[in-house]
């Protein structure tokens, strides 16, 4: 398989290629990226190791710039863009090649949302088909799309311990959630500064400001969660990791054993989501893996979910990975990695 | 002035040392430890200066055995000990000596709590004449106090905040709190270590199962507020610094600039506590002062509290020495650090 | 193949675990430990994912006892155990099953070296016949080997930049290293703790009083440099992470080119050592991965070397697979990470 | 004693005016700053705390244009501005108050070896009146100097355990240096996102190419120490923090204890610079203070020199407030921090 990569010299776009690079399906990748159009990969991206060379679809292992690609050369296309940009890229792409968003450009079914939270929409008919790529809850349509819309890290870390008690819980969820720094970019503001972010824990977007809680919103209201829900995130001196503590209100009596077993039952054939072996779960141990891993906790009447992922694998490039794992018959877990630190 | 220091090795004998040695009011500090005993100050503790000799009522500016110390030679004594062996220690000396103690032993009026939580208490009949020294909220207590307990780090920062509110919420209080890897002591557990904490979030002692909560407890109810509280702590690796995100329920509507203007009357006449200059608060601006910097979010029916202090300074040695300050009649910022990191 | 992993508790046990469950010629793997034996995998070590389990020799993905284990069972044996122990253990084995060691037990050849740095040695006679796998430069010893040693981190770091210029350099060689904290192990000690190494800067073992440097002066005099060499190590906090830093002098002048050729063309056929694409090289270009990147700058007559690697992994785990890879004529590269940071 | 801080909105003016609105004899600070003019101190630098007001010397604690400010009407004027742009403003001030300028400007006898290596020198007949501020070497002219050029960061660092050995090493001298991010500066360069500079180690201009290697040749010449010096600085990930290896060779033999004499000896009257508690210096333990600690080795005919010191501290604006302190008769130590972390 041959894979066009748009956008891959920000963090999820470096990703994406250390990822497909050691893919056992794809053949060759093609780094495609208008800033850095024409100059080596392992210039601009050093991480990237030697070998890489031999799978680059490109001369002498150079950036091309997109203008100069033709996508329907690719078997798939990822797009790791920022908002409005991947839509009016990818939008005339629909239906000749599948396309990976990871950008928000897509992930709503209603387009008035995304414009009141990010911009106007320049193909808002397209909405309707895009597949939210939650993978281990929209697996059949992943198989079929041909738009795939990748979720935003904090909805993939807060849903997935939050969607298997989706019946059971009601009044407010609360959920709070830390970001290392990738989370923020790569940008060049004094606030991602080495010197700024050291010792430093800090709240921000609260109050359900951030982008990402109409798009949580969508996920509960389509499961029929009637409920509010609150959020926070902060950003803390890691680089990659997330975790959300969530607490959820139980409309019925649930033991703790019960509670266990339904995270175990939900993701009994979701080879990259579970119960932490810890008694509660630690970013270190899914640090450049697809896994989510989650904890649970009964307290009366109140439901207490951990859950933790690498906001740049998971979060963003692992999931699109998966994702096209499924929708092109592949193993879902090929090329993914599972083992985090110690 | 003269300051015994019982317990000089763990780090908040290590902060209270740095305070008193360079405080205008203290002549000289008797730093006592059991285990260093007869060790030079600053062989165990390098980053003391060279000036400290000159302060130490020691022989050689070395540790003494708190055995061979005349307590009564003192005009102050901290205690920086182990829960049990504070009180072990104190209780004998009370009413001599004003004591200030950084562990729970004189915290809980109710000697049952403490038992439950800790262990059984050596006098419990002191409990009662103990001051509970979150000094904002109980200076006069603590102007003539003999025996002053000061507040965990988790308590004095959820209760900044929360208590100027404490006639308007009810419902549900649910705090967040974020710590870094200090506030687990000295302790050389595989878990502290530099290799297992980078890069790592997680939480602990869910479900109000942290020691802390009974203590957070009984502040609350001391002050008349009748709601349900639910605490999670989490470590994340900073070495000093203490993050809290509170949401309560409003009982009644309130504007945003109410809400400011209630924190700010609060903490008028408090140097240390009051808003944060930026939107929200950041642990690195108090890193190594005794400040806790608050922000406030009203959204609807909810509060949103952010407060950050440094676990050891205002959380710990600070406060302690605050205390001090208020108890001997000096000015309460003596000794003590405004200025916070960039 | 089948392989057996002695002491898989520690930080490079835990690495080379990692990197075994995820070899495509590894089939099943056996994971010995004294400590952690009848322990599940996953619970001592949560960063191993939940596939691990197929691949794992054991009952129900537990450690496994040594002393229960037949390690002609095996087709290969790591041994990532302290020093001496390793040598006890493997003594016997040796000529049954290829045994490739991560202590320092068979990297001498001289027993009286190894016993004036180390201790006394349980099996003297087996130094003469051990390989020592630096694989870049002994790959006919290792592919042939029946024990092979794989070198200290600092020695790898040190030498591949280094033995290109074997020929051209003499009088004084200065290299000042730089290590990452999991170069210290998983000891229990106060000064491994996270707040003990956060903003911490320290040389240690400095005037060549580092066990590394009789190793260093084997390989060199094994090539027939005859120069001073002088070592300092400092710890830092990273960690994974080594940087060497050398000045040589050059016995004959030498341009810049040519000294770049000179590291060019002696990595030619090496996948993992080369040159690196920046300027100088940076250790998160390497992180988690087997290679070594190198900068070299002629200044007049001297020379100044620039190499980077993990600690844990070219310098550990990941060299001792490499080793195997050779041993077993598998690929050079098989299921050895390439792609770092960024 | 009122103060005019001119630039400061940088790390080495935030750290100015934190040292100085805690000096005991300075009455009034005027924080002065281009980019910031008009905007609350507070608001820009949110670690200043609530306290500062009272001791700033505008208008509600704002920035003040240093256009708009008489610098007449200040007792001492510190810079710590960009090059050049230092110069230009200083020039016409020198004779009317006395000034301390913490850019390179004033640090060279030798326009030509200014301009060479930064631009030309709006003022070069200046430069020979000027008095080279590391302070323990130059008390007596910084005690009368009308312009004090505080030393970089690492010629402190490199000099104070150096320059006590001046007449006794010969040869070559190797200086490998550590810093922390901040010595890089504000600068809003992806190179010092947090993202990029955690787990990374790494050299920079390596071969005598940094700025501040003729500084400290012209250091060495003036004390007729006739080496090649040889240099090389790395980043490494803390924020404060420098640390300096040497090896020199010695030109008679010494032995560890007379070695250890001439450090203290050296600076028997000096309360910041001496032996480290330590058997090797640590940088946490010297963190923001003014603080340099040493340790000596001798190993055969070769000193091993380590050093540590806050390159934002001892290195930038402590050092400057210890030359206003010389400079204007206080005692050398007031204002200035001792203790560092634990």
Known sequence: MKALVLGSTGYTGMMLLRILLDHPDIDSVIPASRSAAGKPLQGVDPGIGGTAARRLETTDGRYIDPARVDPASADVIFAALPHKTAAEILGPLVGTVPVIDLSADFRFRDAAIYEQWYTNHPFPDLLAGAVYGLTEWHRDEVATGEIIACPGCYPTCVLLPLLPFAGR??????????????????????????????????????????????????????????????????????????????????????????????????????????????????????????????SVRVQGNRLLLFSVIDNLYKGASGQAVQNMNVRFGLPETAGLRMHGEF
């Open 169 to 294: 819980i009601g009044g407010t969820i609360i959920s709070n959630a830390l970001t290392g720094i990738s989370g923020a970019g790569r940008k060049e503001k004094q606030d991602l500064l080495f010197n700024e972010r050291s010792e430093s824990l800090a709240p921000y977007s609260p109050g359900n400001t951030h982008r990402h809680v109409p798009e949580i919103h969508q996920a509960l209201n389509a499961v029929g969660v009637d409920a509010e829900f609150l959020f926070t995130p902060h950003l803390v001196p890691v680089k990659q990791g997330m975790l959300v503590t969530t607490v959820a209100e139980l409309k019925h009596s649930l033991t703790q054993t019960d509670a266990e077993k339904i995270v175990r039952n939900a993701y009994r054939d979701s080879p990259f989501v579970g119960l932490s072996t810890r008694e509660l779960p630690d970013t270190r141990d899914v640090r450049n893996t697809n896994r989510c891993d989650i």
